[in-house]
């Protein structure tokens, strides 16, 4: 009898070792101490390890980038509780990230399958495989319509588009969340429906005024988008200002084009696109002297950025400074001869200088290569059609 106290005794003192074990590492883990959370975690694993160690090793292993000693660790959980729904979701999202999108899609399907089934209400780590959100905190009873979107998104990846637009489609009966619209968007604008996929990016502004994917996607679909002006200071959107910039140059808008590649610069004065894009702004507004300092910038920051040339050269054009304009169009022909508007360009400078047989022989390239006013230059300046 008193063999059996003491049995008793210690089994009990060991399940208290181990839920204090199992309790440290899940509050290292949380303070993110990898290096002591795994410390104790493995004090259980070499015992007697139940579901719930071995799901908490898996997260420690997928927050130090080991996905695949993760998985084997969310297998071991599945084989002490095979309808652990938890377990098979974590699966699902290291096999999306591995481009194994199969076996995601598999992973996902059970956890859709079987969670109305499900009791669990344990709360545990997510990653968001869209990149937008990152890691969250949440009950799997609240995940359903971000599985389907997640499953959605494996089925987009293997072109399967139909079964993808299901699931987004679907999620929407569960949440409706910016990042639903923001998935399915990008699925309108694979299957040609462009008119769709703004219509749901508006749709997640409207959700998350500040949703970055949303902005950057519209602006990508939609060249007349604009960005709110209480969005303009904030860091997160410094990288879609050049973007909307260039938007805004296409639409003929070259002072917000201005404005957008001045704020930019603000943020990253060694950005030689804003300097490339602004100096074009600012020729298109006459103010060429300008315009020229950012496009010498653009090329002293960036050597590749070899278009400035041209633009340079067109500035000078504007300002009938015609040697000047045809010096820094030879420099461009130098380096790329196949594009016909610098031939064009340089020929009419060539002509406004009456050096006829030069400007012919320029006329003649852009012809050839393509040029139909080129054509009808010759024949009026020149001896020879």
């Not at 839920?19 to 004090?43: G, M, T, V």
């Not at 009950?139 to 599985?147: F, I, P």
């Not at 696109?273 to 653009?298: T, W």
């Not at 009938?320 to 594009?339: C, N, T, W």
Request: charged share 25%.
């Amino acid at each position: 009898m008193r063999a059996a106290s003491i049995l008793l005794f210690l089994f009990s003192v060991a399940q208290l070792l181990a839920q204090d074990y199992y309790d440290q590492a899940r509050a290292n883990f949380n303070e993110n101490d990898l290096d002591s959370a795994r410390y104790f975690i493995n004090k259980n694993l070499v015992r007697r390890p139940s579901a719930e160690d071995y799901f908490l090793s898996a997260m420690i292993h997928e927050a130090a980038n080991k996905d695949l000693r993760a998985l084997a660790d969310y297998e071991a959980v599945i084989q002490k509780d095979e309808f652990n729904l938890e377990a098979y979701f974590q699966k699902g999202l290291i096999y999306y990230n591995s481009a194994s999108t199969e076996q995601a899609i598999k992973d996902f399907s059970y956890v859709i399958d079987n969670q109305k089934n499900s009791e669990t209400r344990a709360v545990y780590y997510g990653s968001d495989p869209s990149g937008s959100k990152g890691s969250f905190i949440t009950t799997l009873q609240s995940m359903t319509g971000k599985v389907y979107q997640y499953r959605g998104m494996a089925y987009e990846k293997l072109g399967d588009w139909d079964k993808a637009l299901a699931d987004f489609t679907t999620a929407f009966k569960y949440d409706t969340i910016a990042d639903c619209y923001v998935n399915r968007s990008q699925l309108y604008s694979k299957m040609g429906r462009k008119r769709d996929a703004i219509a749901d990016l508006k749709e997640a502004i409207k959700l998350e005024p500040a949703n970055y994917h949303a902005w950057y996607n519209l602006a990508i679909l939609d060249e007349t988008t604009q960005l709110p002006p209480s969005l303009l200071d904030n860091e997160e959107f410094a990288p879609m200002l050049n973007l909307v910039g260039a938007n805004a140059y296409e639409s003929g808008d070259y002072r917000q084009a201005i404005a957008y590649h001045t704020k930019a610069l603000r943020v990253n004065s060694k950005d030689d696109l804003a300097y490339l894009s602004r100096g074009k702004a600012r020729i298109r507004l006459g103010l060429h002297a300008q315009g020229r300092q950012d496009l010498v910038k653009a090329m002293k920051l960036n050597s590749s950025r070899t278009e400035a040339f041209y633009l340079i050269g067109n500035s000078f054009f504007h300002e009938k400074r015609f040697k000047d304009a045809i010096s820094f169009y030879e420099q461009y022909l130098s380096i790329d001869s196949s594009y016909e508007n610098v031939w064009f360009n340089a020929a009419m400078s060539y002509l406004s200088l009456k050096e006829y047989n030069r400007s012919c022989q320029y006329l003649e390239k852009a012809k050839n290569l393509g040029m139909s006013q080129a054509s009808e230059m010759i024949i009026k300046y020149c001896k020879s059609p």
